[in-house]
């Protein structure tokens, strides 16, 4: 936490290395977030690259995030996506890619696990609301807090809460249905 708030003080200096080392830190999980949700990856580079201008914008005016840089950039990256979506008049749907950790090796091995997995994103794509299927993303996928969710978009804990249960129920009755 300390780190992370000595590099955004940096970074509000308009210091290149700090601005540097928050791109390294963040695009790559920005852009599979963001790949996630909108199934194209041309538009998930460019979500990315206007996430990063954002920043860069709101840091030159004074203004941008004080802490919790993380949320703030998937906060950022969320209504990005949202405003595209809306603009376009399409739906953002969620598609699986490969889920590769950082040491080069498939999250995935099994062909059982990779089965249940495929079967997981159809299920989050085909039976859920958006508001929840972001929810689930956000809280699951990518690992945030009730609080940070709500933050990134824009709802109180207990709305997240409730979105969280019902998305998880609709998963529970959808998947109970493919094993039957």
């Known amino acids: 936490m300390e780190s992370e708030l000595s590099l955004l003080d940096a970074a509000k200096n308009m210091n290149q290395e700090a601005l540097i080392k928050i791109f390294d ?7 599979n977030y963001a790949l996630r949700i909108c199934n194209d990856p041309l538009e998930a580079d460019q979500v990315v690259g206007d996430v990063f201008a954002k920043l860069l914008d709101q840091l030159s005016a004074g203004n941008g995030p004080s802490t919790n840089l993380r949320s703030y950039l998937y906060e950022t990256t969320y209504h990005l996506i949202i405003d595209k979506a809306r603009y376009s008049r399409r739906e953002a749907p969620l598609e699986a890619i490969d889920f590769v950790r950082s040491d080069g090796h498939a999250a995935i091995t099994s062909f059982e696990d990779r089965l249940l997995f495929e079967a997981v994103i159809m299920a989050i794509k085909n039976q859920l609301t958006d508001d ?7 809280r699951f996928l990518e690992g945030f807090s009730l609080r940070e969710t ?13 979105i969280q249960n019902r998305g998880v129920a609709k998963l529970r009755k959808a998947l109970a249905t493919k094993v039957a």
């Not at 830190?25 to 852009?31: C, D, H, K, R």
């Not at 929840?132 to 956000?138: A, E, N, S, T």
């Not at 709500?150 to 409730?162: L, M, Q, R």
């Open 25 to 31: 830190l963040y695009s790559s999980a920005l852009y």
């Open 132 to 138: 929840q299927r972001h929810v689930i993303i956000l």
């Open 150 to 162: 709500a933050t990134i978009i824009g709802k109180e804990v207990y709305n997240v809460k409730v």
